[in-house]
């Protein structure tokens, strides 16, 4: 899909950035974004009509091609993600400047604060920065447990294990050509429902649901997360076996002691370790139930051999590897 063919017009851009600016908006300057993803996305520089230049970060509904079987909500549920639960300020995010939706193409827009100079934490080695990052999500999730059934709240997505059971039922499927490369994927999947037991037991709170290093910025000390249209309620610890995931040992312990330092309900090591566990076991069937053809690459290896090493050390019967 061409970068540019889902980004409304000059004439539109000016109009809903007005409406939601207030005066006229002068566009100087817009580009595609660098890590446009699941929407369109453009960096538009632009001159307020109090005479102030802004960067901002504009994202489209258009073209959006899949909402993963509900789990991701949208522009529009996005915005109200930034608009309900994040707009505090000990919360560090991009500035959230407004929503429109194009009369025209019936587009939601999400407007929000460009952020020059940050780096994202996936390109960072070491780790100094993820233990900030889970330093943050400890932090954060101990603040949204908290709030996670005030009515404003109310909209977002739940976990609950009609949620997970979608995810199982689906990679089931789409991994049956691969039966005989996978051959203790079923028991698995016939175990899903005690696998996600510490998940369904654990303290639930706001998540972002797809906490992954790609989707952290870093700005100066600042984390600051962005791509919320995946948040839920649902357990802290499935955002950081996001954050966590591809580094190793020595990275995810000191993640683990920086998030236990910040998150006053998660419990003891051990208890967090299983529902570490389980939620990368989550995290698989995620993937795994997204797309058949997802499923039958040979980057899904990654995902099946994390899943049976997580149901392996959660007891599931079959997953245990030849000595």
Same mark, same amino acid.
């Given at each position: ?23 006229? @908006?002068? @566009?100087?300057?817009? !580009? ?45 549920? !996005? ?42 934490? /996936? ?44 995810? @199982?039922?689906?990679? *089931? ?5 691969? /039966?005989?490369?996978?051959?203790? =994927? ?24 797809? =906490? ?8 100066? *000390? *600042? ?25 190793? !040992? ?13 998150? /006053? ?32 690459? /040979?980057?899904?290896? =990654?995902?099946?051999?994390?899943? *049976? ?6 007891? @599931?019967?079959?997953? !245990?590897?030849?000595?």
């Amino acid at each position: 899909m061409p970068r540019t063919c889902c980004r409304p017009e000059r004439r539109a851009l000016i109009a809903g950035l007005s409406a939601i600016l207030g005066g006229t @908006v002068t @566009v100087l300057a817009r !580009e595609p974004h660098e890590y446009w993803s699941t929407h369109p996305a453009e960096v538009v520089t632009c001159r307020s009509g109090s005479g102030a230049t802004l960067r901002l970060l504009c994202k489209y509904s258009g073209g959006a091609d899949s909402l993963a079987h509900g789990h991701r909500g949208g522009v529009a549920y !996005e915005s109200e993600v930034y608009r309900r639960v994040l707009a505090f300020p000990e919360v560090s995010t991009p500035r959230y400047h407004g929503t429109h939706v194009d009369p025209a193409t019936g587009w939601a827009w999400l407007v929000l604060e460009y952020l020059d100079d940050c780096l994202r934490l /996936e390109m960072t080695a070491g780790d100094a920065a993820h233990t900030r990052a889970a330093r943050w999500l400890g932090a954060f999730h101990a603040a949204h447990e908290r709030l996670a059934g005030d009515p404003s709240h109310a909209f977002l997505s739940r976990y609950d294990e009609k949620y997970y059971a979608g995810w @199982v039922g689906r990679a *089931r499927r789409f991994a049956r050509p691969l /039966e005989g490369k996978v051959p203790w =994927f079923a028991a698995v999947c016939d175990a899903a429902g005690d696998l996600f037991e510490p998940l369904l037991s654990a303290p639930h709170a706001v998540i972002h649901g797809e =906490f992954y290093p790609k989707n952290v910025l870093l700005l100066n *000390r *600042r984390v600051i997360p962005v791509d919320w249209e995946s948040a839920a309620i649902g357990p802290g610890e499935i955002d950081l076996a996001a954050l966590l995931e591809g580094w190793g !040992e020595r990275v995810s312990r000191a993640c683990v002691t920086a998030y236990l330092r910040t998150r /006053e309900s998660a419990g003891d090591r051990a208890a967090i370790g299983r529902r570490l566990d389980a939620a990368r076991a989550y995290l698989c069937f995620r993937w795994l139930g997204d797309r058949p053809e997802w499923t039958a690459k /040979e980057g899904a290896r =990654f995902h099946f051999d994390t899943l *049976r090493a997580s149901a392996a050390r959660l007891g @599931v019967p079959g997953t !245990e590897k030849a000595s």
